[in-house]
């Protein structure tokens, strides 16, 4: 058999939902994956310090400088646990503060996962790919606010998607040449509303939005999944990533969510990819990448019978694929500002603050009154603009709750 030597990972959000699925991952692959550096914004020390000591890490970052000394002795705490003797341990490295997580990003190894949430994940991810490391990403904002920064310094194959409709198209554009693709057809659970009309979203409360059918997400991505706002920012990505039309990226409907997406080619064949879903699948492909991962995640068991529903997304319903389109092609950092003003409508939404139709409509307010911004050449522009479009979003709040 041959001998492959393990890949070399870094992963940043190690502590949160990506991070914990892709350590499991790497538990049950360590001939194929050795983790050599973790990060994690702070709000969790012992996790973290847990991390460190079962994985053998050479270095962990820190978001919050605050916290290095609650990270050491949480280090000693869980050295103990462990049973180590005193001073049987290797302390890693710790990198803290604002710029931890992109200095982790250029540490020596051959892949970067990128969980990080937010806007702060933008930088990371640029430094990992000025760096030369294969790239597996799972940063919305990176594509979303900063794409064409991201274009700028992205080598061709260097980009490896982690969401589960983008790890899809990815394999499913291996069937043809980039020439043949006709369209791109992402699918969409729905949400906690799917098939209602735009009247029966009346009043919906924020309970009833978390109550998502088939994915255990964080209260805002299940919010964005509810508004179908999730789905904009996913359009926005494949774009971004596949380099095609935003007229030739399509969404559809799939309460099943074992059709993860499907690439429609110029000869009429369309070629999908389907699993249970199970993010373990498209982390273990992204850390990976190009080779699979062995039983990674389940199967679809092919002994039981299936029926599985596509239908077309009621954008009068749900209009925020159409607005993210729009946002998209406009460029000038407005695909920043839909997805900054949308994190504030989702906070409002949440305290009770706006109605839930007012997250959308207010989104859709916040762009059509953005300035002419250019084309974002550094982070700080992207940053300056999405803190416009969560100021005016916050100022028009109350302006769409007295609308209601």
Known sequence: MEHVTPREIVLLGSTGSIGTQAIDVVRRGPDRFRVVG????????????????????????????????????????????RGYPTGGFRIPKILAGPDAMTELATWPCDTVLNGVVGSLG??????????????????????????????????????????????????????????????????????????????ELTGVTPDQALAHPTWDM???????????????????????????????????????????????????????QCSPPDMRLPIALALGWPDR??????????????????????????PAVRLAKAAGRAGRCRPAIYNAANEECVAAFTAGALPFLGIVDTVERVLAQAPDFS??????????????????????????????
């Open 218 to 272: 964080g209260p805002v991505v299940t919010i964005n999944s509810a508004t179908l706002v999730n789905k904009g920012l996913e359009v926005i990505e494949a774009h971004e990533l596949f380099g095609i039309g935003y007229d030739a990226i399509q969404v559809m409907i799939h309460p099943q969510s074992v059709i993860h997406s499907m690439v429609e080619f110029h000869d009429g064949s369309t070629l999908a």
């Open 375 to 404: 084309e974002p050449g550094t982070v700080e522009d992207v940053l300056g603009a999405e803190a416009w479009a969560r100021k005016r979003a916050r100022e028009l709040v109350p302006v769409a709750t007295e609308g209601a």
């Open 122 to 199: 933008l930088a990371p991810t640029l430094a990992a790919l000025r760096a030369g490391r294969q790239l597996a990403l799972a940063n919305k904002e990176s594509l979303v606010a900063g794409g064409p920064l991201v274009r700028a310094v992205a080598s061709p194959g260097q980009l490896v998607p982690v969401d589960s409709e983008h790890s899809a198209l990815a394999q499913c554009l291996r069937g043809g040449a980039a020439r043949e693709v006709r369209r791109l057809v992402l699918t969409a659970s729905g949400g906690a509303f799917r098939g209602r009309t735009r009247a």
């Open 38 to 81: 973790i990060g994690a914004g702070g709000g969790n020390v012992a996790r973290l310090a847990a991390q460190a000591l079962e994985l053998g890490v050479d270095v962990v970052g820190v978001a919050r400088a605050s916290v290095v000394q609650d990270l050491q002795l949480a280090f000693y705490a869980e050295a103990q646990r």
């Open 293 to 318: 991962f062995p039983a990674a995640a389940a199967a679809v068991d092919w002994t039981a019978a299936h029926t599985w529903e596509l239908r077309p997304l009621d954008e009068e319903a749900f």
